[in-house]
């Protein structure tokens, strides 16, 4: 079983920075894909960014040249830089594990973007 847990949401004006991470521990196998998705009340949860263990990157349209997500395979930890931020931006924001057709998801972190 994989856990996931998510830190670093919060409070932030608009135009701020912010920085989440996320502490994958279980059974992880060396080949997988972690990654974050967000949900704002009344939207569907969407992707957001995601990165494989071979250190590629997909974005959003939505958050391209603003958010950048990064990997540490060793310590099998994610993060996501969030710069430029928008009120659009505010949501949940979920931490994501693939493997093998199985999905993991961490219990989420709020992220407000508002002055």
């Known amino acids: 079983q994989v856990q996931l847990v998510e830190s670093g949401g919060g409070l932030v004006q608009p135009g701020g920075s912010l920085r989440l991470s996320c502490a994958a521990s279980g059974s992880i196998f060396r080949i997988n894909v972690m990654g974050w998705y967000r949900q704002a009340p009344g939207k569907q949860r969407e992707l957001v960014a995601t990165?494989?263990?071979?250190?590629?990157?997909n974005y959003a349209d939505s958050v391209k040249g603003r958010f950048t997500i990064s990997r540490d395979n060793a310590r099998n930890t994610v993060n996501l830089q969030m710069n430029s931020l928008k009120p659009e931006d505010t949501a949940v924001y979920y931490c994501?594990?693939?493997?093998?057709?199985?999905?993991?998801w961490g219990k989420g972190t709020l992220v407000t973007v508002s002055s």
């Open positions: 994501w594990l693939g493997q093998y057709g199985m999905d993991y």
């Open positions: 990165i494989p263990s071979g250190g590629s990157t």
